[in-house]
């Protein structure tokens, strides 16, 4: 059979081994796909279940010289007991590909895949000498499973040129982060807006937000943002929480349960369903902080596994002059969980560097993650020190982006397309960044997904929650972000940017 995109806008197919080709790179259907230049899109293929069995061959299809070479992937490579994920072209050996490691794929090259399950990724890239040649038409990947060999018309060998990506392009960051003892991808998924009622038009259905939790999961997501606060206020509590794990449980009989990396946090109060009813949560003492763990511990049925990830949700309203003292007291509370079994790591949201210090200082290795507000709208996580540290965090956060770097901490930018406001349409990062619009224009991508590559390759160790409503902004995301390909003066320009109505 044909594989097709999953729906008109998406660019995600999942082959298994009783699919047949062809699969096609790109994201319209069949019919159109002649008509688009893809020379920056992106498809994922996911082999299920294939364990240690060779995945199908594939080909590149026939193509004229223009046409770019293709560059694999493996997003993912969870090696339990398997092969490692591996390339062979044909007549030669296989290749192992690490983390982050990618081999490029020429007109007319046989290959074969092997995977564990893998997420692959396959995107084109352009030939130096076609750089202005205009769009590149798309590349089409024939070949049936367990066929053996496809067969296809090789471009001449002497008009080839390997080269992985654009002329002057600086390395591409790592596809994967380090959180504690996991690797996992950098592209997550935030669930505010499944949780509240004020993002977008209304809180989804449950069925709508499981559905597209199990498209995350398809996609290859592997970790999930979520606070006991992500309801709809008083009486709502968990609900979030609660969602979120019944959709990761019925995703395949529950065979992710234990790869997802679910963070939830806690700290904050919801006086009533709007965005400007969110309140800081003071804790009256350490008992009380590990109440609260405890509950979304219970509420998202865990039994005798532990929050995977837990993190202060309101670390800005601990002083600071005092040393941290309340912090750290609240800190080894934490600490006392981790050792019974209920938590695992933590993190801090909305913290500054004394804060990240005093973190680290208690909990030593467990302490893995910083979540701060970061977007071009708010750049303070980036921006050189303050002069003098003041009492409450939220007015020295400066920083704190590279102090996460040396310590090997993720950062998780919030708001990091322009938050609520954004939402509401007050404000809009094409209107408001007329070069990052001319610039996304020119790479094919959204200036959402841009501004989302940029940070990755402006800080490798961000690890990206955004929140999408639909399938079609997933697959936009996770699709798109990969793709792009910056040189250092881009990355610059986007670095220097400052706000239109600003000038």
């Excluded at 590909?97 to 399950?117: C, I, K, N, T, Y």
């Excluded at 919801?270 to 965005?275: A, L, T």
């Excluded at 709208?377 to 770097?405: F, G, H, I, M």
Aim: charged share 20%; net charge positive.
């Amino acid at each position: 059979m044909d594989l097709q995109p999953t729906q008109p806008g998406a660019n995600t197919v999942h082959l298994s081994p009783e699919s047949a080709s062809p699969v096609v790179l790109g994201r319209n259907p069949l019919t159109n796909i002649t008509d688009t230049g893809l020379s920056r899109e992106v498809l994922k293929v996911q082999w299920h279940h294939l364990h240690d069995r060779d995945a199908p061959s594939l080909s590149t299809a026939p193509s004229s010289p223009r046409r770019p070479a293709v560059k694999v992937v493996p997003a993912s490579a969870k090696i339990a007991g398997h092969k490692a994920a591996g390339v062979r072209i044909a007549g030669g050996e296989w290749r192992t590909l690490g983390q982050g490691e990618a081999a490029v794929l020429h007109h007319g090259d046989q290959f074969s895949l092997r995977a564990v399950p893998v997420h692959w990724v396959f995107s084109v890239v352009t030939q130096s000498d076609d750089a202005a040649a205009g769009a590149a038409t798309p590349a089409i990947a024939t070949g049936a499973a367990g066929s053996g060999q496809a067969t296809t018309t090789a471009a001449p060998d002497s008009k080839r040129r390997r080269v992985d990506g654009m002329v002057g392009a600086v390395p591409q960051p790592p596809s994967t982060v380090r959180l504690g003892p996991y690797t996992i991808p950098a592209l997550g998924i935030g669930t505010l807006p499944l949780g509240v009622t004020y993002s977008g038009g209304g809180r989804p259905s449950e069925a709508a937000a499981i559905s597209l939790v199990h498209a995350a999961l398809r996609f290859g997501c592997r970790f999930f943002d979520v606070s006991d606060m992500y309801c709809k206020g008083p009486g709502d509590i968990h609900y979030a929480e609660k969602l979120l794990m019944k959709a990761i449980r019925g995703y395949d009989g529950g065979a992710l349960e234990d790869e997802v990396i679910v963070g939830t946090k806690g700290g904050m109060h919801r006086s009533g369903d709007s965005s400007r009813s969110w309140m800081p949560k003071n804790f009256k003492s350490p008992a009380d902080l590990q109440r609260t763990i405890r509950e979304s511990h219970l509420a998202m049925e865990l039994g005798d596994k532990p929050i995977k990830l837990w993190s202060f949700h309101h670390t800005d309203g601990y002083p600071t002059d005092d040393g941290c003292a309340l912090f750290r007291q609240h800190l080894t509370a934490v600490r006392d969980l981790i050792h019974e079994g209920i938590v695992e790591l933590c993190g801090i949201a909305n913290a500054s560097t004394a804060h990240i210090d005093a973190a680290s200082d208690v909990l030593g290795t467990k302490f893995v993650a910083v979540q701060n507000e970061y977007s071009l709208y708010a750049r303070s996580a980036d921006q050189p020190p303050r002069r003098k540290s003041d009492t409450v965090a939220k007015s020295n956060k400066n920083n704190v982006l590279q102090w996460c770097e040396k310590r090997g901490l993720v950062f998780t930018p919030t708001m990091a397309l322009g938050g609520h406001a954004a939402r509401e349409g007050n404000r809009d990062l094409a209107e408001n960044f007329p070069l990052l619009r001319r610039m996304a224009k020119d790479k094919g991508v959204s200036p959402q997904v841009l501004v989302l590559a940029w940070m990755r390759h402006r800080f490798p160790q961000v690890l990206h929650i955004v929140g999408c409503r639909t399938e079609a902004h997933l697959a936009d995301y996770l699709g798109g972000v990969p793709s792009v390909q910056f040189s250092q003066v881009e990355i610059d320009q986007i670095s220097d940017l400052k706000h239109a109505k600003s000038k």
